[in-house]
């Protein structure tokens, strides 16, 4: 296993074709600063040049909180001109989990709110335990969901369920959250489900699975016949790389494949 830090709040993980982006900040539940988005965002480019990482996920180092959202201690420092001049520092945090190649997999445990939440909402699976409560209470200070909540939790949930939560600005524990479809398992331990769920996924071809996750979110709102045409698209280009090959070679050799990732 390796690792490497972004920054003072964020460390990366590998083992194997597995990352681990490990959002560290404890003492401030993960509340997301200017200097903590810069490093998210470093971390999720490095990610995503490194052409051994399969899967990512995105874990937190506290035992209460996945993440709390946006540093608001920090955001009340700020005049209206630092406010507008730090907005593309935090997309380029939230767009970094979202454009991630490779599947990702949130683990949230304890909090996940506003920002945090839309951090869990940009990854493909969210994975939650027993103690997860999530939200986006940003009406209830001000502002909207701005790390793309207003547009990824509908696309979750449907239009009216996503307008009932972020107009009330209500909380949702794990149980409900579940049942509502704002988290996709509920699992002992998020974390350690989360990574397992990880490694099954990472068994499977690395070209493979970045064309699959290219498709779907390609063809997310398009018509049918649109999405079938990003489909085929994606099909092409997998349709004849050595993933494919060593693919098709393994079952008819009945043995794993050895992936050579191209």
């Known amino acids: 296993m390796s690792e490497q830090r972004f920054g003072e709040f964020v460390v990366v993980r590998k083992d194997g074709h597995v990352a681990e982006l490990v959002l ?37 180092s506290n035992d209460r909180a996945f993440c709390v959202g946006a540093d608001l201690k920090e955001r009340n420092s700020f005049t209206d001109a630092e406010l507008v001049r730090q907005r593309p520092t935090a997309r380029a945090c939230y767009t970094g989990v979202l454009e991630l190649p490779m599947p990702t997999v949130a683990a949230v445990h304890g909090f996940a709110l506003g920002g945090g939440f839309e951090l869990a909402l940009a990854c493909d699976v969210i994975v939650a335990d027993a103690t997860a409560v999530v939200g986006l209470p940003e009406v209830s200070v001000g502002v909207i969901p701005g790390g793309g909540g207003t547009q990824l939790l509908p696309r979750r949930v449907g239009a009216a369920r996503a307008a009932e939560l972020v107009f009330t600005a209500r909380r949702v524990e794990a149980a409900e959250a579940r049942e509502l479809g704002l988290v996709d398992l509920l699992e002992e331990d998020a974390r350690t489900a989360a990574l397992e769920l990880a490694g099954r996924i990472a068994a499977n071809s690395p070209v493979g699975l970045r064309a699959a996750k290219k498709a779907m979110r390609l063809g997310q709102g398009l018509d049918l016949r649109a999405g079938l045409e990003v489909e085929d698209a994606a099909w092409r280009s997998v349709a004849f790389s050595g993933d494919r090959a060593e693919g098709v070679a393994a079952f008819n050799e009945k043995r794993k494949p050895n992936w050579p990732g191209e």
Not at 36 to 42: C, D, L, P, Q, V
Not at 50 to 55: A, F, G, K, L
């Open 24 to 60: 560290d900040r404890p003492k401030a539940m993960n509340a997301v600063s200017s200097e903590m988005a810069r490093s998210i965002g470093a971390a999720c480019d490095a990610l995503a040049a490194d052409p051994e990482v399969r899967v990512t996920v995105l874990t937190s």
